[in-house]
């Protein structure tokens, strides 16, 4: 009876589509592990596809390479190796399935498909999988291991019949995206699953970004007693082989390493940061091009952008109307030189006064209004626009949630762009990511060590600047008012009543809700963004654009 087995962890970055560097990436892991005897690799799920395929998976000439790569890896793994728990998508009699597949000694010796296909949030895999049948346990080297996927271990369901099946432990292969709240619900829902089977876990999460969701990694194993015998690193690649043996109360797992990772703001940076490097990286983009106005808004982007892709591959633009104040011009040229970008400066005045003088025949002589600051900020992104089709960088956007929230924000202006690292980020986190990147930087950052952000910059009170003396609390709600109220409206669904009877302003709240729901037109051309909460915009708040619900809403019990 075999008393020692080593199971090599990998927590991996995969590519979606990249077959080919997904494999090249495990072969390297596997030569490791061969290294370290290991007896079993496992991968996340849907590895080597990456996760999510979405409609990858219904188009034949990507299932066929896959189909290609996975017998190239089965001959390999006949010269005596590690075997490999490879996630991929897998079809059997016409049907596509979310699998796990036991590449060992040449063969594929065992595939056991997912049960529970999620379909809410960002996730939409019943329109794509097929759900398979609850699973036995899969023979690997003279043991039987339950090999439940993902959302199988959120019910009892899967793991109870793994256990009846005389599994021995228990390998999860995830693709759990990251939101401030989920780690800790990760890790007692699979206590839950140990306590009910008195099975050990390993729960192996991806790592990286992919379009609006990053993966935090952060993975680990619990032995029957409920404690951590090993923490893989959250937001980074880790491989690590652990070593099981079989005592009298059946395996367990030797400490490994038992720093748990962080969470909180440090979190939220590094998932903005790790979003934004893999989407530029991924998609080939050579760098970022952004606005800059010496706001806190635009400041916050151009840090992220430099910690995550380094200076040289940050320009950053100051483009001043006759509105933008001195302390403004200083303020965005202090960023870009604590940062180390490349700054440029293009004023619009010309620009503005050659489109007023064109369109006044057909406006009329009136006075200014939303017109005319609208045209500023698509002005702005006229040139960012240009700039980034002359080089090639990609615009990121510089709006936060908050203002996308209420449609505080210029469709084709300051909205424009190919991406969005506050996208999911409200403006009360934004000024305190702002304060927690002045005292700490990451380790797999490039930007400064010292202070990145001018504390002016935090300390000064919010305006677009697009008329005199204007300030966002003349238009809108303090923002530490707004966003508790849009917590509750979007991440929560709180009914207006509620929230008035928790102590808001009746009037305030129901201009917040009506503003939120008008707005659902421009989010809808928004560009994708990190998710970071626990209810982002786009998959996962699908709300009509014609809704008529705000206007007649009877307000007769509030």
């Given at each position: 009876m075999k008393k020692r087995f080593l199971i090599t962890l990998a927590q991996l970055n995969p590519c979606v589509g990249n077959i080919d560097a997904n494999v090249n990436k495990l072969r390297k892991v596997r030569a490791q592990a061969a290294t370290e005897n290991a007896d079993?690799?496992?991968?996340?799920?849907?590895?080597i596809s990456g996760y999510p395929p979405e409609d990858l998976v219904l188009n034949s000439m990507f299932i066929s390479e896959i189909r290609n790569a996975v017998e190239k890896l089965l001959i390999e793994t006949a010269d005596g190796g590690p075997a490999i728990l490879l996630?991929?998508?897998?079809?059997?009699?016409?049907?596509?399935?979310?699998?796990?597949?036991?590449?060992?000694?040449?063969?594929?010796?065992?595939?056991?498909?997912?049960?529970?296909?999620p379909n809410y949030g960002v996730f939409d895999e019943k329109r794509v999988f097929n759900s398979g049948p609850i699973p036995s346990p899969i023979e690997v080297r003279g043991l039987r291991l339950g090999v439940p996927i993902c959302e199988d271990i959120w019910t009892p369901d899967v793991v109870k019949n793994i256990k009846t099946g005389g599994g021995e432990f228990l390998l999860v292969s995830n693709g759990s995206p990251f939101d401030n709240q989920k780690m800790n619900n990760r890790l007692q829902n699979a206590i839950s699953r140990v306590i009910e089977s008195k099975l050990p876990m390993v729960y192996l999460n991806q790592v990286g970004g992919q379009d609006e969701i990053v993966f935090d990694g952060a993975s680990f194993v619990l032995n029957t007693d409920q404690k951590v015998s090993a923490y893989l690193p959250a937001w980074e690649e880790s491989i690590v082989t652990t070593t099981w043996t079989r005592g009298l109360e059946g395996w367990s797992c030797a400490q490994t390493n038992t720093i748990k990772p962080k969470y909180g703001l440090v979190a939220i940076y590094r998932a903005m940061v790790l979003g934004l490097r893999d989407y530029v990286a991924k998609n080939r983009f050579p760098g970022i091009i952004l606005g800059i106005s010496g706001g806190i808004d635009s400041t916050l982007s151009a840090t992220v952008a430099v910690d995550a892709l380094g200076a040289d591959k940050v320009r950053c633009v100051m483009m001043p109307s006759p509105y933008t104040s001195n302390h403004s011009l200083e303020d965005a040229l202090e960023v870009a030189k604590r940062l180390g970008v490349k700054h440029t400066n293009i004023s619009i005045s010309s620009a503005m006064l050659t489109f007023e003088s064109m369109l006044t025949k057909h406006l009329g002589v009136i006075s200014h209004d939303l017109t005319e600051e609208n045209l500023q900020a698509r002005l702005r992104g006229i040139i960012l626009m240009a700039l980034s089709n002359k080089f090639g960088y990609m615009v990121l956007s510089t709006s936060n949630k908050s203002e996308i929230s209420i449609g505080y924000t210029t469709l084709y202006g300051d909205m424009c762009g190919g991406y969005s690292v506050l996208k999911d980020v409200y403006k009360s986190t934004v000024f305190k990511l702002c304060r927690w990147r002045n005292s700490n930087k990451p380790t797999d950052c490039y930007g400064p060590n010292d202070t990145c952000i001018p504390p002016h910059i935090i300390s000064k009170p919010p305006s677009a600047e697009l008329k005199p003396g204007q300030k966002d609390i003349d238009t809108i709600p303090i923002y530490s008012v707004l966003d508790k109220i849009l917590i509750h409206l979007i991440e929560k669904e709180t009914p207006l009543a509620e929230i008035i009877a928790n102590g808001y302003d009746k009037d305030t709240v129901l201009q917040v809700w009506r503003m939120l729901n008008r707005a659902e037109y421009k989010r809808y051309q928004s560009p994708p963004g990190v998710k970071l909460t626990c209810r982002s915009f786009g998959k996962e708040r699908r709300y009509p654009i014609t809704n008529a619900f705000t206007d007649t809403y009877k307000l007769r019990d509030i």
């Open positions: 079993l690799i496992l991968t996340p799920e849907l590895y996630g991929a998508p897998w079809i059997e009699k016409d049907k596509m399935y979310n699998a796990v597949l036991l590449l060992d000694k040449g063969k594929l010796q065992a595939v056991r498909y997912k049960v529970n296909l």
